[in-house]
C-alpha cells in the first residue's frame, strides 16, 4: 500500500523560506508524475508543482520563479522549495502522485495524497 507523509510546514514572514518534503513508502516502481497541491480555506485545491518521471516540471503562474519542486530518487522523496513566500502562500500543502504520466497542472486526478503540512505566511 503506498503512503505519502508531508512534513516541513510552519509558521514563517513574508519574504521567507521553507522546504517540505514528502516521503514515499510501500512502492516498487516509479511514479509516472509526483506534484504539490494547495488548499486555502474557502478556497479550492489548487496545482502548485508538477515533476515528471522524466524530471520535467511544471508550475502554478502564481509561484514560478519562487517556487522549485524536485525528487531524490534514493531517498523515493519529493520536495518543493519555497522562496519569497506571501502572505497569498498560505495553506495546507499536498502531496500527490500516480502511475500515469503528469498532464496540466490544474489536473486533480492522482491516485495518492498524503495527509497535508500548514503552511502560514505573515505580513
Known amino acids: 500500500q503506498v503512503q505519502l507523509v508531508e512534513s516541513g510546514g510552519g509558521s514563517v514572514q513574508a519574504g521567507g523560506s521553507l522546504r517540505l518534503s514528502c516521503a514515499a513508502f510501500?512502492?516498487?516502481?516509479?511514479?509516472?508524475?509526483m506534484a504539490w497541491f494547495r488548499q486555502a480555506p474557502g478556497k479550492e485545491r489548487e496545482g502548485v508543482a508538477l515533476?515528471?518521471?522524466?524530471?520535467?516540471?511544471n508550475y502554478a503562474d502564481s509561484v514560478k520563479g519562487r517556487f522549485t519542486i524536485s525528487k531524490d530518487n534514493a531517498k523515493n522523496t519529493l520536495y518543493l522549495e519555497m522562496n519569497s513566500l506571501k502572505p497569498e502562500d498560505t495553506a495546507m500543502y499536498y502531496c500527490?502522485?500516480?502511475?500515469?504520466?503528469?498532464?496540466?497542472?490544474?489536473?486533480?486526478?492522482?491516485?495518492?495524497w498524503g495527509q497535508g503540512t500548514q503552511v502560514t505566511v505573515s505580513s
Open positions: 500527490a502522485a500516480k502511475f500515469v504520466p503528469c498532464t496540466v497542472i490544474g489536473d486533480r486526478a492522482f491516485r495518492y
Open positions: 515533476r515528471g518521471s522524466d524530471g520535467s516540471t
Open positions: 510501500g512502492y516498487f516502481y516509479s511514479f509516472g508524475c
